[in-house]
T-cell receptor, first 112, second 113 residues
Framework: GENVEQHPSTLSVQEGDSAVIKCTYS??????FPWYKQELGKRPQLIID?????GEKKDQRIAVTLNKTAKHFSLHITETQPEDSAVYFC???????????FGKGTRLSVIA | DTAVSQTPKYLVTQMGNDKSIKCEQN?????MYWYKQDSKKFLKIMFS???????INETVPNRFSPKSPDKAHLNLHINSLELGDSAVYFC????????????FGQGTRLTVV
């Protein structure tokens, strides 16, 4: 089955700096790669996703890149703000066929 | 309207008891899931239900059993609770096909004492 590795497990950045979180996956059939943000005591919520027919996707300060050959994808957050502090999860699945398999999460702290 | 709702939000119970967590979604999704989030925040898939059929069952103890009375509900029954079952349990749902964003419920924090 799918295995998703995520790094780093914790990340501290100064406000205004960029943050990068990286994930690798094992199943070459996976074609859907979402990123979830989980604030303390809350549910995970989708912030951005990418499908295997696209190499990069942006939404304001957030971007995701995908390298299918290397089987890795990354989340980039620019101009970080304190409210970006949360746990971020990457995930992978075969869209419509398998459930999301999550990485172990990255605790991002943005220091004001 | 809450898209995916689960009850109760908190559940404290003694070892050996049997408990249930309910989940309902009003999104018209055809697939529902249960995830377990342990103290280290790892999110692990437990069950996946599609059109009332269990399609994936991870290696969870058979004390855990999902029950789906209809497409909008997927309840989780746990028998003979153990201390190690303490965790946050999330229900989620998605639609089959290309648009497969999973929507999560608010979670149920289960504490076994």
């Amino acid at each position: 089955g799918e295995n998703v590795e995520q790094h780093p497990s914790t990340l501290s950045v100064q406000e205004g700096d960029s943050a990068v979180i990286k994930c690798t996956y094992s199943d070459s059939a996976s074609n859907y790669f979402p990123w979830y943000k989980q604030e303390l005591g809350k549910r995970p919520q989708l912030i951005i996703d990418i499908r295997s027919n696209v190499g990069e996707k942006k939404d304001q300060r957030i971007a995701v890149t995908l390298n299918k050959t290397a089987k890795h994808f990354s989340l980039h957050i620019t101009e970080t703000q304190p409210e970006d502090s949360a746990v971020y999860f990457c995930a992978a699945s075969i869209a419509g066929n398998t459930p999301l398999v999550f990485g172990k999460g990255t605790r991002l702290s943005v220091i004001a | 309207d809450t898209a995916v709702s689960q009850t109760p939000k908190y559940l404290v119970t003694q070892m050996g008891n049997d408990k249930s967590i309910k989940c309902e979604q009003n999104l018209g999704h055809d697939t529902m899931y249960w995830y377990k989030q342990d103290s280290k925040k790892f999110l692990k898939i437990m069950f996946s239900y599609n059109n009332k059929e269990l399609i994936i069952n991870e290696t969870v103890p058979n004390r855990f059993s999902p029950k789906s009375p209809d497409k909008a509900h997927l309840n989780l029954h746990i028998n003979s609770l153990e201390l190690g079952d303490s965790a946050v349990y999330f229900c989620a749902s998605s639609r089959a096909g290309v648009d497969t964003e999973a929507f999560f419920g608010q979670g149920t924090r289960l504490t076994v004492v």
